[in-house]
């Protein structure tokens, strides 16, 4: 998945919002699902196994924010911070947002 169509899935999810939507009547743009769509119905054509990958691409996206969540906020956070990031910055940033979420889990885990 184009990492435009992850940004545009972790707006959707910040903003607790659907934005899977088609292009653009006005300005003709597609957005990256549609251009991912096209891709698998040219490739796949119109049949069951099209709509399949399809909807299977969009849950394997959706679970990659959900999963790196944490991480995506901690680096919209230092972004919103300091306006510019090193991919240093960034690295260290995740790493941080990871240890913290997998530490969290574990005491969720635990606590069950």
């Known amino acids: 998945m184009p990492v ?5 899935l972790a707006d ?4 607790k919002r659907s934005t899977l ?11 990256d699902f549609d251009q991912v769509s096209e891709l698998i119905f040219r490739f796949y054509g119109n049949g069951n196994v099209a709509v399949a990958y399809r909807k299977y691409v969009e849950a394997r996206t959706t679970d990659l924010v ?4 944490p991480a995506i906020k901690a680096v919209a956070r230092g972004l919103l911070a ?13 790493l941080e947002a990871r240890r913290r979420d997998i530490a969290r889990r574990g005491r969720l885990k635990a606590a069950t």
């Not at 435009?4 to 545009?8: D, E, G, L, Y």
């Not at 959900?66 to 969540?69: A, G, P």
């Not at 300091?82 to 995740?94: F, K």
């Open 66 to 69: 959900d999963d790196w969540w």
């Open 82 to 94: 300091s306006e510019t990031l090193s991919g240093e910055q960034i690295g260290e940033i995740i």
């Open 4 to 8: 435009p169509a992850v940004a545009r």
């Open 21 to 31: 939507s088609g292009c653009s009547k006005v300005s003709r743009k597609c957005n």
């Open 12 to 15: 959707a999810r910040h903003a």
